[in-house]
């Protein structure tokens, strides 16, 4: 009843197969990469979630990993990336057990996002709690602002 009044009730008819876009290699590899266990669309944004902000003097990088330990996850900075890599693993096996839902996800994950500065990599620093890593990596001396006198 409402449809006629507020266009954005109103049934949209779904596109035809032949006239979406076909996707190209690179979007179809970066889908799968950010589905690290097989479930398209649910981690369409990629596991873990990330928060990338910079500061003058950091490069600092958190990352959701509910049910993770710090031993499960391994962090290294390579070319100006920031690279996670881990296994999240199931409790126990459950035997002669009837799910009624299973959407918990399990398995290997690789997520690497690219630093907005160059880094020091030695003075690195990574922090685990409550489910949240957060990794503040010092900004190099070159890349770090520095004030212009005015002559």
């Known amino acids: 009843m409402f449809a006629r009044f507020l266009p954005s009730l109103r049934r949209r008819p779904e596109e035809p197969e032949a006239v979406r ?5 690179f979007e179809l590899m970066d889908e799968m990469l ?18 990338v902000k910079e500061t003058d003097d950091d490069v600092v990088v958190s990352a959701e990993l509910p049910g993770l330990a710090p031993e499960d996850v391994e ?3 390579e070319a100006g990336r920031l690279v996670l890599r881990g296994e999240k ?7 002669d057990e009837d ?19 160059p880094v020091d990599q030695a003075k690195a620093k990574a922090s685990f709690k409550n489910g949240v890593l957060t990794v503040r990596l010092p ?3 070159a890349a770090k602002p ?5 002559e």
């Open 99 to 117: 799910f009624h839902r299973l959407e918990r996800s399990y398995g290997s994950f690789y997520r690497a996002v690219d630093l907005p500065a």
């Open 146 to 150: 520095r004030k212009v006198a005015i």
């Open 89 to 95: 693993r199931r409790e126990s096996e459950e035997k």
């Open 34 to 51: 950010q589905a690290p266990f097989g479930q398209a669309g649910a981690l369409s944004r990629g596991f873990p979630s990330m928060d």
């Open 75 to 77: 962090l290294y900075v």
């Open 21 to 25: 876009k076909p996707k190209d290699v």
């Open 139 to 141: 900004k190099d001396e």
